[in-house]
């Protein structure tokens, strides 16, 4: 199953974590645990890790398609959070 990663550096990863299931919880199945989170698309799967240098972002889904659209939509929810940390774009690998 393809999947990448990507770190957000920050220092307000816990926060962001935090924001982005109890978004996603409103749509999607999300676990939320301490510092880490899951969010389960019907596209794929966002494991979020809060770290102390940000948020590490591990995107996975069935086709190139399906992690494009996991990757595209938790960077644009992430980016509109974080919108007075300046402009800003994940780099997935």
């Known amino acids: 199953m393809p999947e990448s990663t990507a770190l957000f550096e920050t220092e307000h990863g816990r926060d962001y974590l935090t924001r982005l299931c109890r978004h996603f919880a409103h749509k999607v199945a999300v676990t939320l645990e301490d510092d880490r989170g899951e969010c389960r698309f019907s596209c ?10 940000g948020l590490r972002v591990r995107a996975e ?3 190139p398609a399906d992690l ?14 974080a919108f007075r940390e300046g402009e800003r774009r994940l780099t997935w690998s």
């Not at 794929?44 to 240098?53: C, K, R, V």
């Not at 659209?69 to 929810?77: F, G, N, Y």
């Open 44 to 53: 794929g799967t966002a494991e979020l890790t809060a770290l102390p240098e």
């Open 68 to 81: 494009a659209d996991v990757q595209a939509t938790i960077e644009s929810h992430l980016l509109r959070f």
């Open 61 to 63: 889904g069935p086709t």
